[in-house]
């Protein structure tokens, strides 16, 4: 089974208007944490937000929050007020286990595109 | 903070060449990853060194890969003999160990490597 799930692999967006990315994960772990990455066309991999899973509240950094639903295990990326500079790649991604003293398992991304 | 460096940013070689990538992590970080990145597959972790030492590399294709970090602020990614199909873009990314897994992972801008 797929750890993480991104189903949409594009989506558009008007400039200004907010848009939410879809991300389902898998584990059995009572401890985790959860990641999305930025990836422009560039090539670089840009890290955005972290959600644990044992946080009581919804991350937020700036115009990026997620909407953290534990019991469907999903973890929606929110992007407000949508900038043309925000056109790229996101990836979801999961830590499973305490620590950090291990890999994260990313999902297929989704493409998203600003509208002018 | 320079960043975790990557070298080269591009290489092409043809098949049967030996092919190696380079790898400075950001200082202090005692976690390194190494990530191969396609269309087909997506991101996947390749192997990861925790102080230096390999932990998991199950995510190596075939013994024509090999990877090492002599010391905190050096990892080489070694293909020998390259083969069409190792053509990716290739990531190296670290981060710091610690109880929690709220560590993002800091990632290089990539080595493209085409192999002819």
């Known amino acids: 089974a797929q750890k993480i799930t991104q189903t949409q692999p594009g989506m558009f967006v008007q400039e200004k208007e907010a848009v939410t990315l879809d991300c389902t994960y898998d584990?059995?772990?009572?401890?985790?944490?959860l990641f999305w990455y930025k990836q422009p066309s560039s090539g670089e991999m840009i890290f955005l937000i972290y959600?644990?899973?044992?946080?009581?509240q919804n991350a937020t950094e700036g115009r990026y929050s997620l909407n953290f639903q534990k019991a469907r295990k999903s973890a929606n990326l929110v992007i407000s007020a949508s900038q043309l500079g925000d056109s790229a790649m996101y990836f979801c991604?999961?830590?499973?286990?305490?620590?950090?003293?291990?890999?994260?398992?990313f999902g297929s991304g989704t493409q998203l595109t600003v509208l002018p | 903070d320079a960043g975790v460096i990557q070298s080269p940013r591009h290489e092409v070689t043809e098949m049967g060449q030996e092919v190696t990538l380079r790898c400075k992590p950001i200082?202090?970080?005692?976690?390194l990853f190494w990530y191969r990145q396609t269309m087909m597959r997506g991101l996947e972790l390749l192997i990861y060194?925790?102080?230096?030492?390999?932990?998991?590399d199950s995510g190596m294709p075939e013994d024509r890969f090999s990877a090492k970090m002599p010391n905190a602020s050096f990892s080489t990614l070694k293909i020998q003999p390259s083969e069409p199909r190792d053509s990716a873009v290739y990531f190296c990314?670290?981060?710091?160990?610690?109880?929690?897994?709220?560590?993002?992972?800091?990632f290089g801008n990539g080595t493209r490597l085409t192999v002819t």
């Open positions: 584990t059995s772990d009572p401890s985790y944490g």
């Open positions: 991604a999961m830590r499973e286990g305490p620590g950090s003293a291990r890999q994260l398992t």
């Open positions: 200082s202090g970080h005692n976690s």
């Open positions: 959600q644990g899973s044992y946080d009581q």
């Open positions: 990314a670290s981060s710091f160990l610690s109880g929690r897994n709220n560590s993002p992972l800091h």
């Open positions: 060194f925790n102080n230096n030492v390999p932990i998991d």
